[in-house]
T-cell receptor, first 112, second 114 residues
Framework: AQSVTQPDIHITVSEGASLELRCNYS??????LFWYVQSPGQGLQLLLK??????LVQGIKGFEAEFKRSQSSFNLRKPSVHWSDAAEYFC??????????FGKGTRLHILP | NAGVTQTPKFQVLKTGQSMTLQCAQD?????MYWYRQDPGMGLRLIYY???????DKGEVPNGYNVSRLNKREFSLRLESAAPSQTSVYFC?????????????FGPGTRLTVL
């Protein structure tokens, strides 16, 4: 069955430092992949998505993600984080039944 | 545009009580979804409606019913609430059903069942 794994439950980085959040998926064909962000007390918002083509995807708020088929990964990156980036981040994949499967999330903490 | 709205924001129920969570979207989207979010579990799909007049089960449908009242509104009903249904519930919508489309989420309803 298709699945998404986010290995890190919590990540803490200093403001201004670079960020990489990991996501691994299990899917036979070329997947549809997403990163969503959830700020405290809010619903989810789409950061970026990958369907095909260029494996480096640009999103909102300065985020990017790279699809690596050989590693079954779709890691999210940002070169310099801001305090407002503190949130929970969810990776997601669409399965064969055309349903979106979310990972369990990574909570990002920012140190001043 | 309000986007996706949900009512109520908070609710406390006793075991066995019933209630309906309301969701409405003003983006003229065809597809709507109900998720629950539990700590350490991510989001899990309860039910979805690919288009007006259709509903389908998701990953965790037991104990819930849904109604797609019209294109704008998609309600979730708990007929006999149980403590295991304590969760945060999110409604979402998209132009088309899943795969290619961005889902837009409401702010959530925090439900506690005592």
């Amino acid at each position: 069955a298709q699945s998404v794994t986010q290995p890190d439950i919590h990540i803490t980085v200093s403001e201004g430092a670079s960020l990489e959040l990991r996501c691994n998926y299990s899917y036979g064909a070329t997947p549809y992949l997403f990163w969503y962000v959830q700020s405290p007390g809010q619903g989810l918002q789409l950061l970026l998505k990958y369907f095909s083509g260029d494996t480096l995807v640009q999103g909102i708020k300065g985020f990017e993600a790279e699809f690596k088929r050989s590693q079954s990964s779709f890691n999210l990156r940002k070169p310099s984080v801001h305090w407002s980036d503190a949130a929970e981040y969810f990776c997601a994949v669409v399965n064969r039944d055309d349903k979106i499967i979310f990972g369990k999330g990574t909570r990002l903490h920012i140190l001043p | 545009n309000a986007g996706v709205t949900q009512t109520p924001k908070f609710q406390v129920l006793k075991t066995g009580q019933s209630m309906t969570l309301q969701c409405a979207q003003d983006m003229n989207h065809n597809s709507m979804y109900w998720y629950r979010q539990d700590p350490g579990m991510g989001l899990r799909l309860i039910y979805y409606s690919a288009s007006e007049g259709t509903t389908d089960k998701g990953e965790v449908p037991n104990g819930y019913n849904v109604s797609r009242l019209n294109k704008r509104e998609f309600s979730l009903r708990l007929e006999s609430a149980a403590p295991s249904q304590t969760s945060v519930y999110f409604c979402a919508s998209s132009v088309r059903r899943a795969s290619a489309d961005t889902q837009y989420f409401g702010p959530g309803t925090r439900l506690t069942v005592l």
